[in-house]
């Protein structure tokens, strides 16, 4: 018999690591060995504070490339970096660096330039509240997704993947628990990208989905 889903709610911490870099190739030497915590908040984290900076660019460092080094070419590669491709930081961690270094191969001017305003390292601790829903069965997802915080949506989409040892969201986990009459729905849970979006518009996505699921025409 399946477990209950429990629903949890959550906020990322940041906190400063105390390093910086104000050029390309200092950037390139702290990516190297920042913690794996703050790559991860550098690529998700902006998806729980408010931004204000251009949409086009998902992560920090592709901001950082845009806006303070003027460097829109490393900026837009920077920009097509997808966590989610990854199993893990440190594969991540590695795909940023070699970004970083074949941009510096292409002139050696660019080591040089300092940028308008130094990039922080920043890690990220995140806190988990336990809202006290429960779910019971896959389809009672249909009325509960629309309800769920930006902070349960980011807890059971996106952090679920850095926690569990599968590199899948929590309620694929769960719904693949009641067997193969499932399938479908937890394929169609795996074409929604996480990264390229919003968590407002992440849980419209999923709405839809479990909407489609069970639509009373399903035969």
């Not at 991860?40 to 998806?47: A, K, M, N, R, T």
């Not at 199993?87 to 795909?95: F, K, M, S, T």
């Not at 479908?184 to 909407?211: C, G, H, K, Q």
Request: net charge negative; glycine share 2%.
């Amino acid at each position: 018999m399946s477990e209950t889903f429990e629903v949890k709610d959550c906020a990322l911490i940041a906190i400063s690591t105390g390093e910086y870099a104000q050029t390309l190739r200092e950037l390139r030497e702290k990516v190297l060995t920042a913690p794996p915590t703050s790559i991860y908040y550098h690529f998700w984290g902006g998806l729980l504070r408010p931004r204000f900076d251009d949409p086009e660019f998902q992560n920090d460092f592709a901001i950082w490339a845009s806006h303070s080094l003027h460097d829109k070419a490393l900026a837009e590669r920077l920009a097509l970096i997808d966590p989610s491709d990854y199993p893990d930081i440190e594969n991540l961690r590695l795909e940023v660096l070699d970004t970083l270094e074949e941009r510096l191969d292409e002139s050696e001017r660019l080591s040089l330039v300092t940028a308008d305003h130094r990039f922080y390292f920043v890690r990220s601790q995140i806190v988990v509240f336990d809202t006290s829903r429960r779910l019971t069965a896959p389809e009672e997802l249909v009325s509960a997704i629309p309800s769920l915080s930006s902070g349960s949506i980011f807890y059971h989409v996106i952090d679920a993947r850095r926690r569990l040892p599968e590199n899948k969201d929590d309620f694929t986990i769960w719904i693949s628990s009641f067997g193969p009459d499932y399938q479908e729905l937890v394929d169609r849970i795996a074409e929604v990208d996480p990264y390229f979006t919003n968590l407002i518009e992440l849980r419209e996505e999923l709405s839809t989905v479990f909407m489609d699921f069970f639509r009373p025409t399903r035969g």
